[in-house]
């Protein structure tokens, strides 16, 4: 079973923690900022299921986790999300899901590293197919992975956080494959201890915190059911223009996912066609083989024949030349022969 990195979080109106799943950590260079998604394997649909992003700063060795406070840098973060989710969803494929306005970024080695406790209530929520949940950790995890982009400013930690420990939380909808769900995973992991961390925040020389301005309720994410994967965005108290924006962004990735659905498709296909293809022309090189073979050897017979048949005609050639001149012997004596009968005859005819 895949064992799964997990950080402490605390809801409102309960005294325990609970585990979160880590999916994966993300660095944008664009903004300066660090990212980190993770999941408490809630089950808003059959089939759907519901991740969160937060805000991942670090200054020296030190993770601090918070929400993402620039509607700007949400909106970068949401894209990158967008990103790895079809990648995830490609992989296995020979295609490729990078366009033209990609942002960069880079995975980040959370290895080691002491992760805060946080709040689910302070971070944005995301609504994603529930099977893209392992292929994000595996991408996550497999991907190479760079440090994350160090915070210029003080930090000044405001999440409040019980000490008190739990078990890891009982799986919902147990699966029956053999692939280990995120509740399973999180079976195997401890539930890290947030004291240690709470006391080593004290322990930093802080100035005088700000007062936290209060975070306004998160609307529920409007999900969309388009294959393969759905991603929903809940800005917290968006513009009147926001949802419009993020459902096109939605729509054109919803768009995108399927066309590199039905490329796959149209490369397995042609993959099995060029396979036989091949079978083919094996069959027919075995074939043109043989009969070049065939073909030799006829051309090694009719040198043969072209042989004897030259010898032949030396051979009547000599014979020819032989009779001609027998046949000029023939008429040398048929003269000489005619020249005797004619003293003959006029021998006689003197004597008569």
């Not at 043969?304 to 030349?321: D, F, S």
Request: net charge negative.
């Amino acid at each position: 079973m895949m064992l799964l990195r997990t950080l402490v979080l605390e809801r409102s109106g309960q005294d325990t923690p609970i585990n979160g799943a880590l999916l994966c950590g993300f660095a944008v260079a664009q903004i300066d900022s660090n990212f980190l998604v993770y999941s408490l394997d809630e089950e808003t649909e059959p089939g759907n299921s519901r991740v969160y992003i937060a805000a991942l700063r670090k200054k020296i060795d030190r993770y601090f986790l918070g929400g993402v406070e620039s509607k700007e840098d949400l909106q970068v973060a949401m894209q990158v999300f967008k990103q790895i989710l079809m990648a995830a969803a490609a992989s296995g494929t020979k295609t490729g899901a990078v366009s033209e306005s990609s942002i960069p970024f880079h995975f980040i080695d959370l290895k080691g590293c002491k992760l805060p406790p946080a709040r689910p209530e302070d971070h944005h929520s995301v609504i994603i197919k529930k099977g893209l949940v392992m292929k994000v950790i595996t991408l996550g995890m497999s991907a190479p992975a760079l440090p994350a982009i160090e915070s210029a400013s003080l930090i000044v930690p405001s999440i409040r956080f019980s000490s008190q420990m739990i078990a890891p939380p009982r799986p919902t909808n147990p699966a029956d494959s053999a692939e280990p769900t995120v509740s399973e995973a999180l079976k195997a992991q401890p539930l890290e201890a947030p004291v240690a961390v709470a006391q080593e925040q004290v322990l930093e020389p802080e100035p005088e915190p700000e007062s936290e301005p209060e975070q306004e309720p998160e609307p529920e994410p409007v999900q969309l059911s388009a294959p393969p994967v759905q991603v929903e965005p809940a800005a917290p108290a968006p513009r009147p223009s926001a949802p419009q924006m993020e459902h096109a962004s939605l729509v054109e990735v919803d768009s995108t996912l399927t066309s590199l659905a039905k490329v796959a498709q149209e490369l397995s296909q042609q993959q099995q066609v060029a396979i036989e293809r091949e079978q083919k022309l094996e069959q027919w090189q075995a074939r043109l083989e043989q009969e070049q073979r065939e073909l030799e050897e006829k051309s090694r017979e009719l040198q043969q024949h072209t042989l004897q048949l030259q010898a032949r005609n030396l051979e009547v050639g000599q014979k020819a030349e032989k009779l001609t001149l027998a046949l000029s012997h023939v008429s040398g004596i048929r003269e000489r022969l005619q020249g005797v009968l004619l003293e003959l005859d006029q021998t006689l005819d003197g004597q008569a």
